[in-house]
């Protein structure tokens, strides 16, 4: 039901933008969410947005990342800028209403997107 694009492989300090769109249902008052995941690490919370705009991100993408949603799309953007080397991973989109706003918790979202791979290149 959730679908992630727009990966691939880019140079330190250049840009991706991911998409995720929603299919099944409605996500418009679905707090939406993208995760990461990098070899060896647990995944973690990356940037999410609830239905009126309330985002909220991680310290290490602060400034360079931006979240943002198309209700009539049903579709989350990640606009990801200055890539480093460590935003290598697999990134993943989620969505949930367990809370108003996002959670940087997996527990917080029941819908899980398949990963897109991101890989930059030092």
């Known amino acids: 039901q959730l679908q992630a694009s727009g990966g691939g492989l880019v140079q330190a300090g250049g840009s991706l933008r991911l998409s995720c769109v929603a299919s099944?249902?409605?996500?418009?008052?679905?707090?939406m969410a993208w995760f990461r995941q990098a070899p060896g690490k647990e995944r973690e919370f990356v940037a999410g947005?609830?239905?009126?705009?309330?985002?909220g991100y991680t310290d290490s993408v602060k400034g360079r990342f931006t979240i943002s949603r198309d209700n009539a799309k049903n579709t989350v953007y990640l606009q990801m800028n200055s890539l480093k080397y460590e935003d290598t991973a697999v990134y993943s989109c989620?969505?949930?209403?367990?809370?108003?706003?996002?959670?940087?918790?997996?527990?917080?979202?029941?819908?899980w997107g398949q990963g897109t791979q991101v890989t930059v290149s030092s």
């Open positions: 947005i609830n239905w009126i705009g309330v985002n």
């Open positions: 099944g249902r409605t996500f418009s008052n679905y707090v």
């Open positions: 989620a969505a949930g209403r367990r809370y108003s706003v996002p959670s940087v918790y997996e527990s917080g979202y029941d819908y």
